[in-house]
């Protein structure tokens, strides 16, 4: 389960027609694709608690996402710009679960 989860996390986020291909290349936040994101990521993290212990491609793929959402993007709408804002504390937060229950 956690290997096509990591799998299907690192398709939404880095793909061709990705989560993050939308944010840089089309200077557009697709909700639906965060969502998405989103949720299999919490699903990851409880698994990764449940485990005490993290995938390498589900962090890498989640590294990918920070990386890229942090830096914001200069040509995105002042309303796109906040979601990024917005989803950047979401992630942490969610991430923030490990911090308590790994030890690995």
Known sequence: ???ELSAK???LVVSEDGFLVALRCEN???DQKYIEVKNIL??????????HCLSTSGLLAVANLIEQIAGGNR???DEDAIKIEDACIEIMDILSDLYKNLDC
């Open 42 to 51: 919490k699903e990851l993290v409880s698994i990764w608690n449940e485990n």
């Open 1 to 3: 389960m956690e290997k």
């Open 75 to 77: 040509y995105l709408s």
């Open 28 to 30: 557009y936040f697709n």
């Open 9 to 11: 996390l690192h398709n």
